[in-house]
């Protein structure tokens, strides 16, 4: 199995999320996507986030009839940084394939994430085209070591087993959808969401509420 993992808040789920999936996974020959919906980021502040059971929902929501599973797995996995949360999926799933799967807003930022060369060196990452970032991503100091590494989507779609480090960028026409934009106009659109823990879409396991006390 080959599989994109895209990481996020999802806070809440869109139909940009759902689009730029849909995409990569025909861009990448991707089998399927998985939604990692995070239970917290350390580069957000926790004001706004909405409840991760109503994120989960929102999710699922989006991703219906596609090829796309929303999982909770950072929660099960204990981790909280994206380093070692890769690590753990290699561990857990030694027979699929994965590659990362980041906003051009993403790549800009990179280089704050925690040992972002040792997540490029994990699996191939493939950056999509976002509004407004392009620039700001190509200037960053993540791309000034990543693109050595890029290789064309068509060539990375029909090789044989992937390696890493490796960049694909992806370029289509953007989705202008915020997550932020949908907030500030339907500040309560968590309430809507159903209370019942959801199914994660990879491990089976219901999605339990948040804990007490940090993430």
């Known amino acids: 199995m080959r599989i994109g993992l895209l990481g996020g808040s999802f806070n809440p789920a869109h139909g940009g999320h759902r689009r730029i999936s849909l995409f990569a996974i025909q861009a990448l020959g991707l089998d399927e996507v998985w939604w990692m919906v ?24 989006q991703a219906r009839r596609a090829p796309i599973r929303v999982t909770a797995i950072e929660r099960e996995l204990g981790t909280r940084y994206t380093v070692n949360t890769l690590s753990a999926l290699r561990r857990k799933y030694p027979k699929h394939e994965f590659v990362w799967l980041m906003g051009s807003d993403n790549l800009a930022q990179f280089h704050q994430w925690k040992r972002w060369r040792d997540i490029a060196r994990a699996m191939p990452i493939a950056v999509i085209a976002r509004p407004g970032y392009d620039r700001a991503a190509i200037a960053g100091p993540a791309m000034a070591w990543l693109g050595k590494y890029r290789v064309p989507a068509a060539r990375f779609a029909n090789r044989g087993r992937w390696s890493a480090p ?49 993430v």
């Open 38 to 61: 995070s239970p917290g980021n350390p580069l957000k502040p926790r004001a706004g986030m909405a409840p991760l059971i109503a994120r989960v929902h929102s999710a699922r929501e």
């Open 166 to 214: 490796t960049l694909v960028t992806l370029r289509f026409d953007p989705d202008p959808r915020s997550a932020t934009v949908i907030r500030r106009s339907d500040p309560d659109w968590a309430s809507r969401m159903p209370n019942q823990p959801p199914r994660d879409q990879v491990t089976h396991h219901l999605v339990e509420a948040d804990q007490v006390g940090p």
